[in-house]
């Protein structure tokens, strides 16, 4: 199985602030990598699909970069509704595999 | 509108039965590949099962032999037989489409708001 690893766990940012979340895979991955956002009690949200392309309606604060085994989300200038949970995942091989998790919270 | 909506969800007790559906409006499931992905209250999300357009299913290794994933083309539903019920099972269910993006990449791009499964004596 392909285990991913989110970090950090958690972060505190002021609105404004640029902020990275790097993903790392145990094994290559090539780009078949995910983004997902989620906001307590709501479903996620594809935020980025293949390590760098934006779903519909995605605001271009967001990007995202990597390959093999090595991946970032980048938010240029947080802002208020961007606080919220964010999660990798690998579609290269089944068994489907999540991050941890990041949790991005006011400062 | 794209729209997944789950029900089924439950407080049941170890050992137990249960069925979830997912009812999919606006496309068509069995033309699509859908999963089910849950998330234990306070914890992150774990992919769960996953149905190919062809009909074969993939488990995760918590749950195969357990749970089984259906389908019904008449009625655009998407379902997960839950079988002997464990209280590592107790989580919020989601069903999830898996667009797929230029022919090779694939994502979890429409998601429902999820059903409950409780599973306690």
């Known amino acids: 199985d392909i285990q991913m690893t989110q970090s950090p766990s958690s972060l505190s940012a002021s609105v404004g602030d640029r902020v990275t979340i790097t993903c790392r895979a145990s094994?290559?991955?090539?780009?078949?990598l995910n983004w997902y956002q989620q906001k307590p009690g709501k479903a996620p949200k594809l935020l980025i699909y293949a390590a760098s392309t934006f779903q519909s309606g995605v605001p271009s604060r967001f990007s995202g970069s990597g390959s093999g085994t090595d991946f970032t989300l980048t938010i240029s200038s947080l802002q208020p509704e961007d606080f919220a949970t964010y999660y990798c995942q690998q579609s290269y091989s089944t068994p489907l595999t999540f991050g941890g998790g990041t949790k991005v919270e006011i400062k | 509108e794209v729209q997944l909506v789950e029900s089924g969800g439950d407080l049941i007790q170890p050992g137990g039965s249960l069925r979830l559906s997912c009812a999919a409006s606006?496309?068509?499931?069995?033309?699509?590949?859908m999963s089910w992905v849950r998330q234990a209250p306070g914890k992150g999300l774990e992919w769960v099962s996953l149905?190919?357009?062809?009909?074969?299913?993939f488990y995760a290794d918590s749950v195969k032999g357990r749970f089984t994933i259906s389908r019904d083309n008449s009625n655009n539903i998407l379902y997960l037989h839950m079988n002997s019920l464990r209280a590592g099972d107790t989580a919020v269910y989601y069903c999830?489409?898996?667009?797929?993006?230029?022919?090779?990449?694939?994502?979890?791009?429409?998601w429902g708001q999820g059903t409950m499964v409780t599973v306690s004596s």
């Open positions: 999830a489409r898996v667009g797929r993006f230029g022919g090779t990449a694939e994502a979890f791009d429409i």
């Open positions: 606006g496309f068509t499931v069995s033309t699509n590949y």
């Open positions: 149905i190919y357009t062809d009909g074969n299913t």
């Open positions: 094994q290559s991955i090539s780009r078949y």
